[in-house]
């Protein structure tokens, strides 16, 4: 097993350690934005420092990794006395004249610049420079102490982060980003460090209960965050770095290092690709499943993800609950968003209802609600049937306002629990579709299959 153990390792390592060409590359190119950045600064007479953060500068990256992992995260260090509206001025404005690639704006605590250049992604962010953790101004001003920290204790232990990055990327679970609810970068050093090794990581996973506390400086560190896990920040012990994993991504860690402990392969680090759905695969399955899916679609642009994600879950929840309080079963849903496109997808376990409803009231011996129940009722349009008494309860059989999930929320969206930012989305336009129409892009294609095959990554 040992040896195995080590074979899988190499032949991953293998794939995912940079070569010397992609290192000198990303050398080159982090030499050029230090130099453009320091120039800007120059040029408008600022102070502040520049230092580059990250996977990249600690030698953590990932060969190849198209998730984000290359990128080049450059800290512009403005002196503490400096405004919040100057260090987002200056902040955007430099990573701007860096950006000869193009760029976007991204949104932490304050907006801050990803650009393009020399083929990889540059985020320019700034920061104020504190001398310790408790005189944090902004939530990105203690990144240089995990960068710090990080350097002094990994240790020569690149290759086992590199391993347990690509072991989550397997598993769907690897980004701290509300889209994925997983483990970050940063999570996966520290881990690594407490542990000693990529092997060990999963060796102690494996046993982990809900409420596991981990601290790389106390022995007796208990979790008193709301979360499954909790991972003390060493440079910042009031804040949990495992705050994003959700229950689902903790139990799938735990479900994936069993699994590959007692099978270890290489297709855990790099699961088999599941191909996007065309009509006919499409119709086979939910002839299988014998259930019919809704997307509720709509445009949601100027939102980046981890802002878009809350509001979707939200509106999807509130969906869903109205769903059911109206008599409508759902096996299931997921949230789509790319690009600005919404879907909010739900899979029902039948696609209409029965004209008929049963509506029970209060009992016999309850008089004064008794007799209210059979007045309102009484001569009442959408009574099929009743009142009548059944078990020592009153009963109403009614005519049921709404069969269909698209009857339901084309005239009850406005009243589902939603945000604002939503609601007026679906305003100004939305569909409702079904089956086969949901099949309308690339992207819902591979969505849809992924959604439909939601089996465990292992080896057994």
Excluded at 12 to 21: G, M, N, Q, T, Y
Excluded at 240 to 250: P, Q
């Amino acid at each position: 097993m040992k040896n195995e153990l080590t074979r899988v390792q190499m032949n991953v390592l293998k794939r995912i350690r940079p070569s010397r060409s992609e290192r000198e590359r990303l050398h080159r190119v982090t030499q050029q934005v230090i130099t453009a950045a320091e120039s800007a600064l120059a040029s408008r007479n600022l102070s502040a420092t520049v230092e580059v953060i990250g996977s990249a500068a600690r030698d953590t990256w990932i060969s190849g990794d198209e998730e984000g992992d290359q990128d080049i995260d450059i800290f512009i260090g403005f002196d503490a006395s400096t405004s919040r509206e100057d260090l987002e001025r200056y902040g955007l404005e430099i990573g701007k004249e860096i950006a000869v690639e193009g760029y976007i704006i991204g949104f932490a605590e304050h907006p801050y610049v990803k650009a393009r250049c020399g083929g990889f992604a540059i985020d320019v962010v700034p920061h104020y420079r504190i001398k310790n953790t408790r005189q944090i101004l902004s939530a990105v001003d203690r990144t240089p102490f995990h960068q710090q920290f990080i350097a002094e204790h990994l240790d020569g232990r690149q290759d086992d982060v590199r391993l347990l990055k690509q072991f989550l990327k397997g598993a769907g679970i690897y980004g701290a980003e509300l889209r994925t609810k997983g483990f970050s970068g940063y999570l996966c050093e520290l881990l690594v460090i407490k542990f000693g090794s990529f092997v060990n990581v999963l060796k102690s996973v494996q046993d982990w209960k809900v409420g596991t506390c981990i601290s790389l400086t106390s022995e007796d560190a208990r979790n008193s965050f709301a979360s499954p896990l909790a991972v003390i920040d060493p440079v910042d012990t009031n804040r949990n770095v495992a705050a994003a994993v959700s229950l689902d991504s903790f139990s799938v860690f735990i479900d994936s290092a069993r699994s590959f402990l007692e099978s270890p392969c290489i297709e855990c680090f790099f699961p088999q690709q599941i191909p996007p759905l065309d009509a006919s695969a499409f119709q086979a399955i939910v002839k299988k499943r014998k259930t019919t899916v809704f997307g509720v679609k709509f445009d949601l642009p100027d939102l980046v993800d981890d802002i878009a994600y809350p509001q979707l879950e939200r509106a999807h929840k509130g969906m869903l609950i109205a769903l059911v309080r109206h008599g409508f079963s759902a096996l299931r849903g997921d949230i789509y968003y790319e690009r600005g496109e919404a879907v909010l997808l739900f899979e029902m376990l039948v696609s209409q209802l029965p004209a008929v409803e049963r509506h029970e009231g209060p009992p016999v011996d309850s008089k004064r609600h008794a007799n209210k129940f059979k007045k309102k009722y009484a001569n009442n349009p959408l009574v099929l049937s009743g009142p009548y008494i059944d078990g020592g309860r009153y009963v109403v059989e009614l005519r049921r306002k709404y069969l269909t999930l698209p009857e339901y929320v084309a005239a009850e969206f406005k009243n589902v629990r939603s945000s604002k930012a939503i609601l007026r989305a679906m305003e100004q336009e939305f569909q409702i579709l079904k089956d086969e129409e949901l099949l309308d892009s690339d992207g819902m294609r591979l969505f849809l299959a992924r959604y439909f095959d939601r089996t465990l990554n292992n080896c057994d």
